[in-house]
């Protein structure tokens, strides 16, 4: 899989709040652990049962700072992968993210 570029998308609607309905799930969960681990994600084969990720990384985002998820476009797939950009005040952030939704999962 060759990649042809990575790019951070300008934000759309960067003033709207952040929306915990698409953050507290295990699936959710399970997409920030393999961010965290410096897999990349993608909508295809996603493998942490999201079934919309860009909802859900629309608002990890929000959470982290937009510029610390950076958009891979690949010459084999139609859509984007999504990596973590691997700088320690965005692990910092996306670590304590996990956290808060490991709170809302065990509730």
């Known amino acids: 899989m060759k990649i042809v570029k990575k790019y951070i998308p300008k934000p759309k609607f960067p003033d709207t709040p952040l929306d915990w309905k698409y953050l507290k799930t295990k699936e ?15 909508q295809v084969s996603n ?3 999201v079934s919309k990720i860009t909802n859900a990384i629309a608002h990890i985002r929000k959470f982290i700072g937009y510029e610390n998820i950076v958009n ?11 990596e973590l950009d691997r700088n320690p005040k965005a692990v910092a952030k996306l670590r304590e993210l996990r956290d808060i939704i490991k709170s809302y999962v065990k509730r």
């Open 28 to 42: 959710v969960l399970c997409l920030v652990e393999k961010l965290l681990n410096g897999e990349m994600v993608n």
């Open 72 to 82: 891979v476009r690949t010459n084999l797939l139609r859509c984007d992968l999504y």
């Open 47 to 49: 493998n942490c049962g």
